[in-house]
């Protein structure tokens, strides 16, 4: 898989994060995740159709993800498991869509399903695609997450 891919979702991450959660954050060196382990506490799973088909993922530490919801909600949250899930798979439909516009720059035209959030210690994430995952750490003020990305 051609590593140029990973510039928009490094991208759109920044962006996204910066205009919803006001966050800073900082990517770390991209690299072939081999497992299925996921690399936080709370995932959000998109499916990718069109020229490409694979999967996209981001999986932040529970830290992170409560910070991220307090700064989308303030003091408004109700139910902080359910903000979390809700909250988590916004940020990564918003990252999605914003990856993928940046991916049409290089000719490729993909589609997102809708996201699915998992939460909980210790939890797998299968990309549905024969390639190894592209995985990219980053980190900010809040903790850290991971974003991946796979496509056949």
């Known amino acids: 898989m051609d590593p ?4 928009p979702f490094i991208k759109a991450t920044k962006d996204v994060l910066a205009a919803m959660a006001a ?3 900082v990517a ?6 081999k497992d299925k382990m996921a690399r936080g506490d709370v995932s959000a799973v998109i499916g990718i159709t069109g020229d490409k088909h694979g999967t996209f993922s981001i999986s932040f530490d529970r830290k992170t993800a409560v910070h991220i919801v ?7 949250i109700e139910d902080i ?4 899930q809700d909250a988590m798979g916004e940020i990564t439909n918003m990252i999605s869509g914003q990856a993928r516009v940046g991916l049409v720059d290089m000719g490729l035209k993909l589609q997102g399903s809708t996201p699915s959030v998992i939460m909980g210690d210790n939890h797998t994430i299968a990309h549905m695609t024969s390639a190894l995952a592209i995985a990219i750490p980053f980190s900010c003020e809040a903790g850290t997450f991971t974003l991946e990305f ?3």
Do not use: E, N, R, S
């Open 150 to 152: 796979c496509f056949d």
């Open 4 to 7: 140029a891919l990973a510039k």
């Open 28 to 33: 770390g060196t991209p690299y072939i995740k």
């Open 70 to 76: 307090k700064q989308m909600l303030g003091d408004a």
């Open 81 to 84: 498991l359910q903000d979390v």
């Open 23 to 25: 966050l800073d954050v």
